[in-house]
């Protein structure tokens, strides 16, 4: 018998694999290789997740009416030009399909986020990665990639996993730069942990442009990474696009009045701002103290770089894992010499920073 033949792309693609959540062998194990919120979601969100059980029998809400009005009066933005995803990876992919194909580019920064190659292939388009200038995204290296067949250029603002990220004034300059028929997603995923006072979101791109979509999540900051719910905001055009090949009950209902509530939790969100703030650069500069290079980062994680390279990079996971201790390698982001570290609880950080002097030590 023969299989069938899927189309052109799909087997290019490398799986998707998330951060480890379990070792052999370790009953209780220190997981920071996600990016997940060591707080944990919000006391609102977890009652109103327990509530909608007693309604499992009823579909969902198709169009997520109430929480896109709830991000909306978070956001001030008008809800008619928001949509609602299962997580903001699916609208991504929607993205893709509905705007890439066959002989179409998806032009995304060197050590961008896997799922937009994944994307890209999936939809039968290419992807083209523009070099990286000191792990941080160069407007003008995307300028000079862009073609005749290009379609989409993502953007992760911060990006995931460097760190990094561009201004207001150079995500401005990118969107003038670009060719009007393509479109630019500015993926924010990380936007809440940003204090610097030139970094933009990308909102007020959208709002003064049709060819240009934010997309945010709920997984980070809202610690509700097991419900999956993303949303993006642009144009009335792109969302009628993405409302038309979405599925019709994309996000689930659970998910929905989990995700309204959050929303709503501004103490619970400041108080995870508040705790990243303060451990942020405490593991920074505990990592510089140590030998160790961990370039600048915005968001909620670190990149640890080993001077060993990607040898030592391996034995340092395997010396965590010894220890409990579960961080992400970033073989799959070229990035072969360096673990990233989500920001955890005092107690996880700390016991981080043990495990890597121990290992500096004894090798």
């Not at 970033?330 to 609880?345: A, H, N, P």
Request: aromatic share 6%.
């Amino acid at each position: 018998m023969t299989a069938p033949e899927p189309k052109a792309g799909i087997m290019d693609i490398a799986p998707y694999k998330g951060g480890d959540s379990a070792l052999e062998g370790k009953e209780e194990v220190i997981k920071l290789s996600s990016n997940e919120t060591p707080l944990g979601p919000s006391p609102r969100a977890i009652e109103a997740f327990r509530a909608s059980a007693a309604n499992l029998h009823l579909y969902p809400d198709g169009g997520a009416n109430a929480l896109r009005e709830a991000i909306a009066a978070a956001h001030d933005l008008p809800v008619g030009q928001i949509v609602c995803g299962n997580g903001s990876d699916e609208l991504i992919s929607l993205l893709c399909s509905a705007y890439a194909g066959e002989g179409d580019e998806v032009l995304y920064s060197e050590h961008g986020f896997l799922m937009y190659r994944i994307s890209a292939l999936g939809a039968g388009a290419t992807p083209v990665t523009a070099a990286e200038d000191n792990l941080r995204a160069s407007v003008d290296n995307l300028l000079a990639a862009v073609s005749d067949a290009t379609r989409i250029v993502f953007i992760a603002n911060p990006n995931n996993p460097t760190g990094s990220y561009l201004s207001g004034e150079e995500l401005a300059r990118l969107r003038a730069g670009l060719p009007e028929n393509v479109l630019l997603v500015i993926d924010a995923a990380y936007a809440e942990y940003v204090g610097a006072p030139d970094y933009s979101n990308g909102a007020e791109l959208v709002a003064r442009s049709d060819n240009t979509i934010m997309l945010r999540t709920f997984s980070k900051i809202y610690g509700l990474a097991a419900l999956r719910v993303g949303w993006g905001y642009a144009s009335e055009a792109i969302i009628d696009v993405l409302q038309r090949v979405r599925g019709p009950f994309n996000v689930n209902a659970a998910a929905q009045a989990a995700a309204t509530a959050a929303v709503g939790d501004r103490e619970h969100l400041q108080a995870a701002i508040d705790h990243n703030d303060r451990w942020l650069p405490w593991l920074h500069q505990q990592i510089g103290g140590l030998g160790l290079e961990a370039p600048p980062s915005v968001g909620n994680f670190l990149l640890i770089r080993f001077p060993g390279g990607a040898a030592q990079a391996a034995a340092a996971e395997r010396w965590l894992h010894e220890h409990g201790i579960i961080l992400r390698a970033m073989g799959g982001y070229g990035l072969g010499d360096c673990l990233r570290m989500t920001v955890g609880t005092e107690e996880e950080n700390r016991a981080v920073i043990a495990a890597l002097a121990s290992f500096l030590k004894q090798s």
